[in-house]
Each structure stands twice: as structure tokens, then as C-alpha cells.
């Protein structure tokens, strides 16, 4: 009888082991498919802030000379951790003013030249002293969506307030560009700094 037991302790072990050996073994698989699954499928937050940005582009006039020719394009850049996923590519191709709206994807420190409208990843805010030095008077729309990032400089915070996106504005930091941010997009905000 106490054989037996031994013989199903081990038994029941050594099962255990097995089981473990191979869900040890397809972890890896398991893990890659579902980063792979949420690299494709974006959020309803990052789709909706794709569409918001896109929406940024046609409230905003840039000077004449921003765009050398009437094919150049209207560009958005992402700066650093990309969160939209496929929600940028989504909007890419559409027209603002007749001009066709591309897509621009910046690894954290790259340089941000070519950009009309600049989205700023979280990761790349302590880095927003530098960033505002190099975009200092040019004429880039600059977002971000992250507490207080308006406050530090940066144009535009899209906030999220349960489902919805939220707007804030720094209107000085837009009045120290040659931009021209329509009236109707600044109702729609909360102004952060600066005066209408």
C-alpha cells in the first residue's frame, strides 16, 4: 500500500513536470501570437486619436512656403513607441486642402524635419525641452496625449475622459509659430496657457 502511494506521488509528479516542460515550451509561440495579434489590431483610443489627428490638419493653415510645390504632401510624423499600429496607416492617403496626407514614423532622436503635424509619444516627453528647441518658430503642429504635456509646451493634449477625447490647447506655444489654428478647434478645447 505504501508503494502504491509512492508509485502515484511519482507518477503525479512527474506529470506535473511534463505539463509544465510543455507549457514552458509553448510560451514562446503563445506569447509571439499575441503581440503579433495586438501589433495588428489597434485600440478604439489609438483609432480614435488617428482620426483626431487627421482632423488637427484640416483646423490648422500653415505658411505658403511649408510646402515647396502643390504635390508636396501634408505630413504626420509619430515620434518614439508608436501606438497607433495600423490606425496611422489608416488615414494616410486622405486629402487635406488637396494636398494627400503621409505617414512619417521617427525612432526616438531622430530628426523631426519634414513634419507638419509632430504626435510626441509618452516616452519622448522628458526629452520635450530638446524637441521644442529643434521645432522652436517652425511651423509644426506638435500633440501629444499625456497629463500636463500641453502644460510643458507642447500644442496639443488629447485627453481621454472615459471613452471620450478631450481636448487641451496651449495657444502660447501656437502664437510663437507661423501657425494659424482655426477658431472652430479652439472652442473645442480647454486653453492651458496663453489668451485667444
Not at 55 to 73: G, L, M, Q, R, S
Not at 83 to 110: C, H, M, N, Q, Y
Request: hydrophobic share 40%.
Amino acid at each position: 500500500m505504501r508503494r502504491r502511494r509512492l508509485t502515484d506521488r511519482r507518477t503525479n509528479h512527474m506529470r506535473v513536470r511534463l505539463a509544465v516542460a510543455a507549457l514552458c515550451a509553448m510560451l514562446p509561440c503563445l506569447m509571439s501570437n499575441g503581440i503579433r495579434a495586438q501589433a495588428q489590431e489597434p485600440s478604439a483610443e489609438y483609432q480614435l486619436k488617428a482620426a483626431f489627428l487627421y482632423n488637427f490638419a484640416k483646423f490648422v493653415e500653415w505658411p505658403a512656403e511649408t510646402f515647396p510645390t502643390t504635390n508636396t504632401p501634408v505630413t504626420v510624423c509619430a515620434l518614439g513607441n508608436d501606438p497607433f499600429g495600423s490606425s496611422l496607416d489608416a488615414i494616410a492617403g486622405k486629402t487635406v486642402r488637396d494636398r494627400t496626407l503621409v505617414i512619417k514614423r521617427i525612432r526616438s532622436g531622430g530628426a523631426v524635419t519634414g513634419c507638419q503635424v509632430l504626435y510626441v509619444s509618452p516616452n519622448e516627453l522628458p526629452q520635450t525641452t530638446d524637441l521644442l528647441r529643434m521645432v522652436q518658430n517652425a511651423p509644426v503642429l506638435t500633440v501629444c496625449d499625456m497629463d500636463a504635456c500641453a502644460e510643458s509646451g507642447l500644442m496639443l493634449n488629447m485627453r481621454m475622459v472615459g471613452n471620450r477625447v478631450q481636448l487641451d490647447i496651449n495657444l502660447e506655444a501656437v502664437q510663437h509659430t507661423p501657425l494659424k489654428v482655426s477658431s472652430q478647434l479652439i472652442k473645442l478645447t480647454r486653453i492651458v496657457k496663453g489668451q485667444p
